[in-house]
């Protein structure tokens, strides 16, 4: 985030090459990693989720060049991430938090 | 007065207006998909047992492939642009654009697939599982005449049908076997109304490929007659094809997170 | 402060000369495929105020049948028959066409009427102009944003048509209710909403990257007048909160039309049957993704309405508006938190003693930036000099209204009192109190302050007035004594208006609703109609004072600071003959030194200004 | 005091529980509050666009008020509420939903609400439910109790009649089996909605012998309104047991 200049987009094509490359090899990872067994499913989803997250990081960051965006751009993305994570949690929680002795079918 | 900013980022928020809308616009993106991410998340916790490995992966990690691809192609064409490379940036685009079909028929084949996968509940309360290879021409379930024929296997229980990518189970012998009409109880295939993993899976990919064939619109039209627009304006052009460009990486974006989620894990 | 001035371009020469280049593009791309803002938003303003009618009509029957169920409606009861045959049988409407009308009156007036009022039609005509823009940022966005408006009402109007009539599960459209009901009323219900949500999706992000983009050069953010603010945050509201709306209506049609059990558990057994559906799914998803829209969506139906009042109130005190950075704070705040009560209109949904804590506490905070912003409108006027005008009046009006409502909305928000009051009329006269006499009088206020911007011509001020006494009172009688049916357990969406739980009809048991309180519902009823009658000069004066109207005396008859009063009257296709340029807050009233007692945003400091040459052009 | 304006001035209607003291009281609490601001404001309110009108103060005052007054008052409701928030509210509703009574001293009854009618079930002279699941759910087994199951036999299975004693506990299970319902029975101070998929603990303990009707406070189709066939009979322990005595004979069993 810089947030005195305007935005000098990236022409090298070496750099989205690699970035390209490094998508490519974390699909392969992620592939590869659902297949060992982690001791447990939640610690294979969370292995799978970290790599999307980076995946995702490479995409928003670089394709997208939001690392080099402003921070208006950034601001407005970071509060939807928090919304769309609030929605979901507490969701999540609230459906596991019903008074006790409570019956789900 | 006419409208500034529509092509020269404005000083002090240092985007142009297409820009701006574009991002905001994928912030709505966003939440759309969060909700579904949160009725994923939902159902699958309220779930008894959640299916694994009913797609196909290999199919799956191909498509993830040809979008990351179509992907570097839209910034490398809208770099083309910048350095003033217009016939490398139809080149690149075209790229994209075979791209983008190629997903949507692995995309679709996939879906055939589903469409032919039945789960049959046998009287005897067993249930066989396998792709349909064809109805005999009496074939009326409620009259209970005729038979099916599938490509598959039969199991004592429905939740040995879930984990297809427990090692038993990749290993499991599949045959052809005909039921007669009068031992099915019940029978249907893997359509979005099977249960609510398919309901999601169909959901999702299928608001995603909406998207796709959205994005290749837009792309297609910005790589044919949109593109006359390079003459008179180059600089407009170049910020439309950027817009478009992110437009598609947030849909690669989705993909990413689409694909572990449904067919991995 | 100069430096942010040079960072903009000087504007180029042959801005005015490309002005006269448009050439007249004829009535069709005037009228009916406009792209100047201005059209458009008073196409959204007619639009919306014949909605708002419409389900204020509906409404009327629905009051008709709760004080006298069963019995044909008179007057319009033989049409009610002829257009939509057995559910009006004789007349009368049946609980079918009851719970249609119901469900269609709250989206109808939600989502046609006022969002597109208030938001969309006020935003549209006002902000650009105030923030100095010559149109939208992307005109064709705002033309398709209204078209898929007209669309999706069309969908929603046809839907009283086909045979099962239209949807019937409230506006909140709870699953399985939504899904069992056998009526194709509740796709139709769905598609019109995802048009609607389309339509205000684009209208959200044309209007935020239009006011972060297109402000004129020197109006910094601390210098936007706070209805721009208000929109601002509205606009954020919409973009972030209508989305898992709209992927909830795609779960429910999904529901509906491809058998998938997204909101529907396992073992549901309706009408004797056991649903064909796998199972597994969940209503209360439903519920937490409707009321993640649902909550910021009354915060999108009241900032614009405080946005109105704020400026009318600086205007007719003739002083600055008191704590205009508060404003903008609790503005901001309300925002943010509104996406994290929503789970108050579920405590009853069977909640454990964590979550409802925190939604309960969220929603006791969000109260105090809603005190904060009427504090300021309240104590803005001591020192003014205060000139009661129509605008005004209904400004005026807004605030005891608001504050009605939103103080019954603190019991509503804690969770044990909302126990008794859960579902009652308590709840219908705190929204109605909130969005009636609160949103709809600050929305007849802004339409007879910027009638003169529209037109050239002002609203006749008798009428006015007359509209306002009648408009403030009815409403009060309509409303008022629905606290008191609420208190004492009367339940909404009753088709007979409760008459099954009455002492009358039901003796022997102990909690039954007494006949004083039955006996309101006649009461209301006249009331609601005489408050249908009030409307009739607003409706008149409109239209008629389009034509006949008092003249202007000058393009800023209310001898306003803000930009929108500094253009031509009515503004031209690009709106500012030069580029304005700002150098000051927007309510700089009665300054003191200043000769008169406004000091318009673009007049340059070392202007010496006299009435006669600050407002002629 | 309080009481008299719960009930004089706020309408609240009779009060038949033990539990709904909490819930009138909090009602009546925040409703002071909101009464002093209202009508706080409402006096300044109007002596404001009376003081200030432009025949009697023609020329503004550019600063209006300057004092903190204000800041005090808003910080002073954030505290109102606060403390009604965290001292009362919060501990009602604990002892509302995480501090059921014990089963064994309370009656215990299941209802599963269905359009337009509410399915009541009590555990029969044994006092223990026969087993339930999902799969057993039928039209005419709403309850999807388990067939083989003797504990079962002896239930009693009734429609839209919920009888209890007086001043003993009462934990109703509450489910649904088609929309969503809503039962509250008013002068219990009771409501809870009734969702299917879910079967969730709901209780209160009546002090008054008599009868009241329950309703059904969420929209469930076109007899919502109708929906109002149930009653419950609250009676002295001495009759209930008499009355279900009489029930038992009407043991529903699931073949
Ligand atoms: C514009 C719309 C709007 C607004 C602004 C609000 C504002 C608030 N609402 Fe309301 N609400 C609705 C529209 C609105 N609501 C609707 C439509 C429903 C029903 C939906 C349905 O079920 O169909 C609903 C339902 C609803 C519920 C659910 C009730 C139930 O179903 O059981 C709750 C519960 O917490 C609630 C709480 C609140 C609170 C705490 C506020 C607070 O933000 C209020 C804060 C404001 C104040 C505290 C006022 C301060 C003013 C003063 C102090 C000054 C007084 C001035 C003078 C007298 C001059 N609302
Ligand atoms: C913005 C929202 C809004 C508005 C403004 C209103 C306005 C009114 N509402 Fe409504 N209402 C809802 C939103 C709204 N309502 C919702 C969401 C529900 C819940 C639905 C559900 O249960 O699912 C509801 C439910 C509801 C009920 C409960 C029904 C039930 O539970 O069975 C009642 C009962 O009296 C009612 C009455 C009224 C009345 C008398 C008005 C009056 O105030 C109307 C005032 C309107 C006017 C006076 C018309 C103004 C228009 C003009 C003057 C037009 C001029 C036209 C031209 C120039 C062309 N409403
Ligand atoms: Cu059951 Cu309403
Ligand atoms: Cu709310």
Redesign the interface.
């Known amino acids: 985030m810089n947030d005195g200049r305007s935005p000098e987009p990236v022409h090298s094509v070496r750099g989205y090459l690699f970035v390209y490359f490094a998508l490519l090899a974390g699909t392969g990872l992620t592939v590869w990693a659902s297949f060992i067994p982690f001791g447990s499913r939640e610690i294979n989803i969370g292995i799978a989720l970290l790599i999307a997250g980076v995946k995702a990081f490479l995409v928003a960051g670089y394709f997208m060049h939001l690392i080099s965006e402003r921070k208006m751009i950034c601001n407005v993305m970071g509060f939807t991430a928090f919304f769309f994570l609030s929605l979901m949690f507490l969701t999540l929680y609230a459906m596991h938090d019903f008074p006790p002795t409570t019956v789900t079918h | 007065?006419?409208?500034?900013?529509t092509v020269q980022?404005?000083?002090?928020?240092?985007?142009?207006?297409?820009k701006?809308?574009i991002?905001?616009?994928?912030?709505?993106?966003?939440?759309?998909?969060?909700?579904?991410?949160?009725?994923y998340?939902?159902?699958r916790?309220?779930?008894?047992a959640w299916p694994h490995g009913w797609l196909n992966?290999p199919l799956g990690?191909a498509n993830?492939?040809v979008l990351?691809?179509s992907?570097?192609t839209?910034?490398?064409a809208w770099?083309s642009l910048?350095?003033n490379q217009f016939s490398r940036f139809k080149l690149f685009h075209a790229i994209t654009l075979v791209c983008a079909l190629c997903f949507l028929g692995i995309k679709s084949f996939e879906y055939r697939d589903k469409f032919m996968h039945y789960e049959i509940t046998l009287a005897n309360g067993k249930f066989a599982d396998g792709h349909l290879i064809g109805k005999s021409r009496d074939f009326d379930l409620a009259k209970k005449t005729g038979s099916v024929t599938l490509h598959g296997y039969e199991v004592d229980q429905e939740v040995d049908l879930m984990d297809l990518h427990r090692p038993e189970a990749r290993h499991i012998q599949r045959e052809e076997i005909t039921i007669p009409a009068v031992e099915i109880k019940k029978m249907g295939n893997y359509?979005?109304?099977?249960?609510?993993y398919t309901?999601?899976y169909?959901?999702l990919t299928g608001?995603h490929a909406l998207h796709v064939i959205g994005g290749a619109l837009v792309i297609g039209f910005l790589w044919g007659p949109g593109s006359r627009m390079w003459k008179t304006d180059p600089e407009r052009f170049t910020n439309r094809v950027e817009v478009s460009?992110?437009f598609w990486?947030?849909v690669?974006?989705i993909w990413?997170?689409l694909?572990?989620?449904l067919y991995?894990? | 402060m100069s430096t942010y001035l040079n960072k903009f371009p000087p504007h180029r020469d042959d801005d005015r000369a490309h002005e006269h280049s448009h050439h007249d593009p004829g009535f069709w791309r005037t009228y009916i495929f406009s792209t100047d803002h201005k059209v458009i938003g008073i196409q959204y303003g007619l639009g919306a105020l014949s909605f708002m009618l419409f389900g204020f009509f509906l409404m009327l029957l629905m009051r008709w049948q709760m004080a006298h169920p069963g019995e044909p409606v008179p007057v319009v009861g033989w049409l009610l028959e002829k257009t939509l045959g057995q559910v009006a049988a004789r007349g009368a409407l049946s609980a079918d066409l009851y719970n249609s009308f119901g469900a269609m009156h709250g989206t109808i007036m939600v989502f046609l009427g006022v969002v597109p009022l208030a938001f969309a039609a006020f935003g549209n005509y006002v902000v650009p102009l105030m923030i100095g823009a010559p149109d939208m940022a992307f005109p064709r966005v705002n033309m398709a944003s209204y078209q898929c408006y007209v669309l999706g009402g069309i969908v929603m109007l046809v839907s009283f048509f086909i045979p099962g009539g239209a949807a019937q599960a409230g506006w909140t459209s709870y699953s399985p209710l939504a899904t069992s009901i056998p009526t194709d009323g509740q796709i139709f219900w769905i598609i019109g909403m995802a048009l609607i949500i389309t339509s205000s999706l684009l209208s959200a992000v044309n209007f935020i990257a239009t006011i972060i983009q297109l402000r004129a050069p020197g109006m910094t953010w601390m210098r936007l007048p706070f209805f721009v603010w208000a929109q601002f945050v509205t606009g954020f509201l919409l973009l972030l909160a209508f989305p898992p709306l709209e992927a909830a209506a795609i779960m429910q049609l999904m529901d509906k039309v491809a058998h998938t059990s997204f909101f529907l558990p396992t073992g549901l057994a309706i009408g004797g049957q056991l649903a064909n559906a796998s199972g597994g799914g969940s209503p209360l998803l439903w519920q937490h993704l409707f009321w993640f829209l649902g909550h910021p969506e009354v915060y999108v139906l009241i900032l614009p309405a405080m946005g109105i009042v704020c400026e009318i109130i600086a205007n007719n005190t003739r002083k600055p508006i008191w704590g205009y950075k508060s404003l903008v704070y609790s503005a901001l705040v309300v925002g943010f938190l509104s996406f994290l009560v929503w789970a108050h209109h579920m405590y009853l949904t069977g909640m454990g003693q964590k979550i409802a804590t925190f939604f309960q506490a969220t929603t006791m905070i969000i109260s105090i930036p809603s005190v904060i912003i009427l504090t300021c409108l309240l104590i803005s006027l001591w020192g003014g000099s205060i000139r009661f005008n129509t605008p005004m009046l209904f400004a005026l009006g807004f605030l005891p209204m608001f504050g009605m409502g939103g103080l019954t909305g603190l019991p509503l928000g804690l969770a044990p009192s909302d126990i008794h009051l859960h579902d009652t009329y308590y709840v219908i006269a705190h929204f109605h109190y909130v969005v009636a006499p609160g949103t709809i009088f600050a929305l007849f206020a802004g339409i007879y302050y910027w009638f003169p911007k529209m037109t050239g011509r002002k609203m006749n001020e008798f009428w006015g007035r007359v509209h306002f006494w009648c408009s403030f009172v009815f409403m009060n009688i309509v409303f008022l004594p629905m606290f008191a049916q609420g208190m004492k357990g009367m339940l909404r969406r009753m088709a007979d208006g409760g008459a099954n739980y009455s002492a009358a009809r039901v003796p022997g048991a102990i909690d039954t609703l007494p006949n004083s309180i039955m006996a309101l519902h006649t009461w209301i009823l006249w009331a609601a109609m005489a408050l249908g009658l009030a409307q009739i000069p607003f409706i008149i004066n409109l239209f008629w004072s389009i034509r006949h109207g008092e003249k202007v005396k000058s393009d800023n008859p209310w001898q306003s600071t803000t930009l929108e009063w500094q253009t031509p009257t009515p503004p031209p296709h690009g709106n500012f003959a030069t580029p304005p340029r700002i150098y000051r807050g927007p309510y700089e009233y009665s300054v003191p030194g200043h000769a008169t007692d406004f000091f318009p945003q673009n007049e340059p400091p070392d202007f010496v200004a006299t009435p006669e040459v600050s407002t002629a052009h | 005091m309080k009481e008299w304006f719960g009930e004089k001035i706020l309408g609240l209607p009779q009060l038949a529980s033990s539990n709904g003291r909490g819930v009138d009281d909090l009602i009546i609490y925040v409703h002071w509050l909101m009464l002093a601001l209202f009508i706080g404001w409402t006096i300044y309110f109007l002596y404001a666009i009376r003081r200030f009108r432009s025949s009697r103060h023609p020329k503004a005052d550019y600063h209006g008020v300057r004092g903190h007054t204000s800041n005090y008052l808003e910080v002073g409701v954030a505290l109102v509420e606060a403390v009604l928030l965290i001292f009362v509210a919060v501990p009602i509703w604990a002892r509302n939903v995480s501090q059921l009574p014990s089963p064994g001293e309370s009656t215990v009854i299941q209802v599963v609400a269905q359009q337009f009618a509410w399915n009541v079930r009590y555990a029969g002279p044994d006092g223990v439910f026969g087993r339930q699941d999902m799969k057993f759910v039928a039209s005419d087994n709403v309850f999807g109790v388990d067939p083989a199951d003797a504990s079962g036999k002896d239930d009693i299975q009734l429609l839209n009649e919920i009888h209890v004693p007086v001043n003993k506990p009462v934990i109703i299970y509450l489910s649904s089996k088609d929309v969503v319902h809503s039962l509250k029975i008013i002068a219990m101070r009771v409501c809870q909605d009734a969702i299917p998929g879910l079967r969730v603990p709901v209780w209160f303990t009546p002090t008054r012998i008599g009868r009241y009707q329950i309703n059904c406070a969420q929209l469930c189709g076109n007899g919502h309104s109708a929906m109002s066939g149930g009653f419950l009979t609250v009676e002295s322990p001495a009759d209930f047991d008499k009355w279900l005595k009489s029930k038992s004979g009407a043991a529903t069993s699931f073949e």
């Not at chain 2, 007065?1 to 900013?5: F, G, R, V």
């Not at chain 2, 905001?24 to 993106?29: D, G, K």
């Open positions: 007065m006419d409208i500034p900013y980022p404005r000083p002090d928020t240092g985007v142009y207006n297409a701006m809308g991002w905001l616009f994928l912030a709505s993106e966003v939440m759309l998909f969060g909700g579904l991410f949160s009725a998340v939902l159902l916790v309220g779930a008894d992966i990690t993830t492939f990351i691809t992907s570097i839209t910034v490398l770099v910048k350095n359509g979005p109304w099977h249960n609510t309901a999601i169909f959901t608001l460009g992110l990486h947030f690669d974006l990413i997170f694909f572990p989620v991995l894990l």
